[in-house]
Each structure stands twice: as C-alpha cells, then as structure tokens.
C-alpha cells in the first residue's frame, strides 16, 4: 500500500529567516545563492492522514521490497524529495535497535534509559541514514561522481553507497593527517582517495570549484539529503515505541548536522500529527572541541570556531561547525540544552556502556557522560525517560579501549587518562591447578 506518492511538491529554502528564497529540488546547492545561509528541503502539507501513515510505516515491516525493508525509506512520506524510487540505493541501513540498559541508566542518575544504537548500521555509523538519501539524490541529478573532505565515518559510508551505486567516490584529505586506520573502510570500498597540501577550508573551497567542472556532487555535512536521511532515525525511534515520546534525545555533537536533521524531524512528525509534542533535545560536546557549547552558554553573538579542537572523540572533534545556525534553531524550538563532559567522563562512561553489553565508538558515549551531569544538576529528572543516540559502532576504534584497559590512554596535551573500570587480560602459566586457584 502507498500513502502518497512521491511528490513534486518538495523545494530547497534558505534557512536564513530574512532570506527564505526557494529553488527547484533538482539545484545543486550546498548554501544559499542569494545570502550564503544553509539550505534545506521542504514539502507541501502530506495528504495522509496520522493514522494512515503509522499503518504504512508498521506494514512495510512485513515487505520483502528492497525500499520496504530500508530503517529510512519505510519512512519515505517523511522526505519526499524524489520523484523515481529506482535511483535508491539501499544497504538496509537503519533498522537500528532501541537497548534497555539498566547499569548504565544507574550511572546516568536515571530509573530507565534507552539507547538508539546506530552503530548498528551497515558501515557502522549513521551516517549511512543521511549517505543513502545523498547518493539518491546524486544519480538522480545524473551525477557520476561523489565526493567528501573526511577522514572519518563520513568517507566509510559515502564510499560503501557509492560503490553500491556504481558512482565513482573521492575523498579528500588535508595531506600529512591521513589516519589509515579510519580510512580503512573507505579503501575496502574502492574510494580514490587524494591527500591535498591544503588545510581543510582550502579544500572545502578547492572541491567547490572542481564540482561544478567534473560533476562532481559533494556530499559533505552541509548536504541537504543526508539531513533529510537521518531524520528516520528520530521517526523509526518513535515507531519503536509505539510513537510515545521520549522526555528527552541525547545526541553527540561535532557538525551538528545529526541534531539539525533530529530537530526538523521530530518538528515535522508533530505536524503530521505523529506526536503531540516535542522531546527536548541534549547536545553533548567534549570539552575541547565545544564551540557549540561556548556560544550557548556565553550567550555570544558572533559564534566563535575553536582553531585546535582537541578530544580522543574523533568522530566530535570539530572546531567550526557548519549546521550551528540550524542546531541552535533545534535548541531553542525543542526547549533543549547543550552540555560539555571531559575525556575522562568519556572514557568512562563508554566503558559503562561496554559493560551493559552493548559497547560504541568514543563520540557516542559523550550522551551518557553528559546525562550523568545534567541529572546531577537537576535538569534532566530521575524519573525521565531518556533515549541517548549511540552514534557508532564499538570497533571503530579498538586502540582507544585497548589503551584505556591497559591505563595507558592519553587526552590531547598528555593528561593521563584514569582505568576507572579497567578491564585487564592475565597472564597465566599452563597450569590447571593454579588456573583453577585464580577462578576460585
Ligand atoms: C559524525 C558523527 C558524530 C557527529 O555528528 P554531527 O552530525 O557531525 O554532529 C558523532 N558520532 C559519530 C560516531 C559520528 O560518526
Ligand atoms: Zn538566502
């Protein structure tokens, strides 16, 4: 059964309040022609009903159709930004659990908690949301390449579904920062990847230029679709719980296109009358890296990046967030909070959720970290009902947990970092007795 068809009535807007000029759905626009302010897509009014679209949404659950069984597309009212499904390429991304966690809740000052594991995803983050709706709207554009300037989760996922797309993905990179270890996916998966003698912006504006030249279709941060992507990820949550809303989402932020995308979801789930109103949302920053933060709390007027953004959290290691205008926009529609946690409380809160049986990459345990402090400061309640996103997956990166079992994980300038919940293999001689002895 289809609700709606896929509709001609979606726009790209400027997010710019003073700006809100429109273009067709098919540019190809990173920011605003007009002003230089984000852009984002946007739908006339769904013609379904609440009730129409929850059965849809339950009943593709049941569907063996490619499209049905993707944790985003089953989704699809929700964004609908094409008008030629065939362009889809699915990986089944989504499809992601929600975990009880009960020690980890104890740990968070919380009765119950609920992680959102998105690590689950094929290439172990959620960028593979927001990556299968870019790599749509790519060939549905005819674009025959790809490309991102990352050296993270980003590269793995946009080389996963372009080379399932058959698109030719790049990945470019500051040279001399090249880390093979998080590249490591993206060369599995065929990418070209080019180490350029530029510092990150330069190749940010490098890439502008050689886009329009080569066809090439950027699928940065600031790429409208990938927002529109990880939007499911707050409508397969609500699904889940039967579409009663959370207090609270917790989410790490480094670009803050992730609480850009949850924002703009859960707004427009409450106006399909989804849900009656709307969880606040918790960003959580590591200290080092909290230009976000600063701004928020500073009250500020000028946002100002953090020139050396520093945290073992690679994945949040951000100095000058493109979506900050969107994410403060979030914020303040959803009544939410902003909050910085050390690497200290990183670390141990992802050991904490190591031992809950469930286990995420460094960036993703910052929710939990930052839940332990905004329950002690009366902010979030006891009695609340908390969904913390994980964002990725507990392999990402073994050398961080590794080290922190052994004690000898460093934060950035050599603070030492302590084994709180330290975790130590033991060396045992071949000796029955003896092991016996040491297992009691
Ligand atoms: C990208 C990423 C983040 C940060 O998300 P933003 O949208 O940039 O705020 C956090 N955690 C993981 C694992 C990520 O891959
Ligand atoms: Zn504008």
């Known amino acids: ?56 949404f339950r009943e593709r ?29 699915t990986l089944r991304e989504g499809n992601t659990p929600l975990l009880d966690a009960p020690l980890a809740a104890e740990y968070g000052g919380l009765k119950r908690i609920s992680f959102k594991h998105q690590g689950f ?17 790519a060939r549905a554009l005819g674009m025959k390449r790809v490309a991102c300037v990352s050296t993270g989760n980003t590269s793995a996922s946009m080389a996963a579904y372009a080379a399932a797309a058959g698109l030719e993905a790049l990945i470019f990179l500051p040279h001399g920062n090249i880390s093979f270890g998080k590249l490591a996916q993206a060369l599995e998966y065929g990418a070209k990847t080019l180490e350029v003698e530029a510092n990150f912006d330069q190749i940010l504006a490098l890439i ?30 609500l699904d889940q719980r039967d579409w009663q809303v959370p207090d609270w989402v ?14 703009k979801g859960l707004r427009e789930a409450n106006s399909a009358g989804l849900i009656s109103r709307l969880p606040k949302l918790a960003v959580i920053q590591a200290e080092g890296s909290a230009p976000f933060y600063e701004f ?43 909050e910085k946690v050390s690497e200290q409380e990183i ?28 329950t002690a400061a009366g902010v979030i309640d006891r009695d609340a009902d908390v969904v913390a996103v994980l964002t990725g997956n507990v392999l990402k990166d073994p050398d961080y947990i ?17 084994s709180t919940y330290g975790n130590r293999s033991i060396v045992v001689l071949n000796d029955a007795d003896k092991i016996a002895k040491l297992l009691g």
């Open 1 to 56: 059964m289809t609700v709606a068809p896929p509709s001609t009535l979606a726009q790209l807007r400027c997010f710019n309040p003073a700006c809100r000029s429109q273009f067709a759905i098919t540019e190809v626009l990173y920011n605003c022609p007009k002003c230089g302010a984000l852009i984002e897509a946007g739908y006339s009014p769904l013609s379904a009903s609440a009730a129409e679209l929850k059965r849809t």
């Open 347 to 374: 670390a141990d809160a992802k050991a904490i959720i190591g031992r809950c049986g469930i286990g995420c990459e460094p960036g993703s345990a910052s929710t939990l970290a930052g839940i332990r402090k905004l």
């Open 296 to 338: 928020v709390h500073e009250g500020a007027r000028e946002f100002r990046p953090v020139e050396k953004p520093e945290t073992l959290a690679t994945a949040i290691r951000i100095g000058d967030p493109v979506s900050w205008p969107k994410a403060l926009h979030e914020i303040q529609s959803s009544n939410g909070v902003v």
């Open 61 to 89: 659950r049941l569907s063996n159709s490619p499209l049905d069984q993707s944790g985003v597309w089953r989704y699809r009212e929700m964004f609908p930004f094409l008008s030629d499904y065939s362009h889809v390429v």
């Open 250 to 263: 917790v989410l790490p932020g480094g670009n803050l296109g992730n609480v850009s995308a949850f924002g």
């Open 121 to 137: 995803n094929p290439t172990g983050s959620f960028k593979d949301n927001g990556m299968t709706c870019g790599v749509a709207q």
């Open 208 to 237: 502008r230029v050689l886009a329009d030249r080569l066809g090439i279709y950027l699928l940065n941060s600031v790429n409208p679709f990938r927002i529109e992507g990880q939007k499911s990820i707050m409508f397969e949550m």
């Open 402 to 418: 590794y080290k922190y079992h052994r004690g000898k994980l460093e934060a950035p300038g050599g603070v030492k970092i302590q």
